[in-house]
């Protein structure tokens, strides 16, 4: 295995600030799914923009969802054949269309 690039003391420190921003934002996100603030239809236009949101994990925003648990997420995720590490970036239009079908109550306001 090769050893990972010898970063500078400035590069680690905005590497840092970058992947906190990135925590912060998906953090923010998830609470405003499970707050009805945004829908999941909303979320997926957000994320063919937001390179951030992009990658959040698919089954991490459907547990955000109000009702959906890990258990849901997972079955509903292994239902439809997509993988559990898959990112909203990966997701394809039939997919992102099977889940609004899922849970359309939780894709609008």
Known sequence: MSNPPTLTDEQRSA?????????????????????HRITLAELFERSDTDEIVAKLKVVSALESLPGVGKVLARRTMADLEIAENRRLRGLGPKQRLALLAIFPEKSQK
């Open 15 to 35: 590497a840092l600030v970058k992947a906190g921003e990135a925590r912060r934002v998906r953090a923010e996100v998830k609470m405003l799914l499970k707050l």
